[in-house]
């Protein structure tokens, strides 16, 4: 089961670690201390497989009744056992448990029919971030 984690923990850190390897990476991109600052507001998860942290995740408070998941990271070696799945139903739990009636997110190209297969959206044309294409996604509940 997920664990919500708190910002600036030794946990923290370790998603932070995990989000760097998997999303920017690869992109030649890292983060900087101000964007990790600024997510003191938001809700972090992780989760674990013993004692590994497998995948993470952050919603982001939007206005009242929306919240925006962000930065959602499965070991690239784990990737595909389902892991992202019910790491994202937590959330989605979580979420609505909070009087949230919708998630919005940004999901990579690749990432669409992962998130269409949970009951997301696509919303508008495909649009650059962080030097990939991505799709506005939405689930109302």
């Avoid at 923290?12 to 900087?32: I, M, N, P, Q």
């Avoid at 690749?110 to 990939?132: I, M, N, P, Q, W």
């Amino acid at each position: 089961m997920p664990d919500l984690i708190e910002h600036g923990s030794g946990e923290y850190e370790e998603t932070v670690a995990l989000r760097d390897e998997v999303l920017r990476k690869s992109l030649g991109l890292s983060y900087d201390p101000t964007e990790l600052a600024g997510e003191k507001e938001s809700f972090h998860f992780a989760l674990r497989d013993g004692v590994q942290l497998v995948a993470c995740l952050v919603l982001k408070p939007l206005d009242e009744g929306c919240i925006k998941m962000r930065q959602l990271a499965v070991r690239e070696n784990l990737q595909c056992k389902g892991f992202g799945r019910e790491l994202v139903n937590y959330a989605e739990s979580f979420a609505q448990g909070r009087g949230c009636e919708e998630i919005v997110l940004h999901a990579r190209e690749t990432a669409r029919g992962f998130y269409e297969k949970l009951g997301y959206d696509t919303e508008g044309d495909s649009f650059t971030e962080v030097g990939l294409p991505h799709l506005v996604m939405r689930k109302k509940f």
